[in-house]
């Protein structure tokens, strides 16, 4: 997985309640993204970075936010969790190159 | 709403069959056409990319063929084997360092 790493790999939470998901990665890749997999949708960007510190909106970014005070780590939290955020996260990095490689995901689920 | 539309769904197909994804777009500043396997599990992976100025592109039993004029491209999967049945993903690159999905093709191969 390219030297990506993301934490949790599952969790199960309650509506309401804050969650936070954590990608690293180990090859100092300067674009970081974070997408979500939906059956029918496929994946659809929720937020990216393109440096420390530097991040902008995807297509599907509300109830979502994201920080990134290191080169290697990129938080997506949710500050309230809903049903409708279980899903299948992914983390991607990218030198900007148009390549973009995937972190193995984590499964979320929102009761 | 979807920028690049994917289909089928899903496909069975004969082992040594050819497997047959259609992707179409509408934005003409996307200038990358990658193609993505995924694997239960597993996160994406880059298979095969190609560039607009190329009419088709071939990898072993994996082929992309893409139409710029009718904004259209596909994969062909020749000789199609049990270990290619997996979900394919085509996606669309433009200069703003995001990617664009189709919503995904889940390919069996039954031997």
């Known amino acids: 997985d390219a030297g990506i790493t993301q934490s949790p790999r599952h969790k199960v939470t309650e509506t309401g309640t804050p969650v936070t998901l954590r990608c690293h990665q180990t090859e100092n890749h300067r674009y970081m993204y974070w997408y979500r997999q939906d059956p029918g949708h496929g994946l659809r960007l929720i937020h990216y970075?393109?440096?420390?510190?530097?991040?902008d909106k995807g297509e599907v970014s509300d109830g979502y936010s994201v920080s990134r005070s290191k080169t290697e780590d990129f938080l997506l939290t949710l500050e309230s969790a809903t049903s409708s955020q279980t899903s299948v996260y992914f983390c991607a990095i990218s030198l900007g190159d148009n390549e973009q490689f995937f972190g193995p995901g984590t499964r979320l689920t929102v009761l | 709403q979807q920028q690049v539309k994917q289909s089928p769904q899903s496909l069975i197909v004969q082992k040594g069959g050819i497997s047959i994804i259609n992707c179409a777009y509408e934005?003409?500043?996307?200038?990358?056409f990658p193609w993505y396997q995924q694997f239960p599990g597993k996160g994406p992976a880059l298979l095969i990319a190609?560039?607009?100025?190329?009419s088709e592109k071939k990898e072993g039993r994996f082929t992309i063929s893409f139409n710029k004029s009718a904004k259209q491209f596909s994969l062909h999967i020749m000789d199609s084997q049990p270990g290619d049945s997996a979900t394919y993903f085509c996606a669309a690159y433009s200069n703003d360092y995001k990617l664009s999905f189709g919503a995904g093709t889940t390919v069996t191969v039954r031997a």
């Open positions: 190609i560039r607009p100025d190329v």
């Open positions: 970075s393109y440096g420390v510190k530097d991040t």
């Open positions: 934005n003409t500043a996307f200038d990358y």
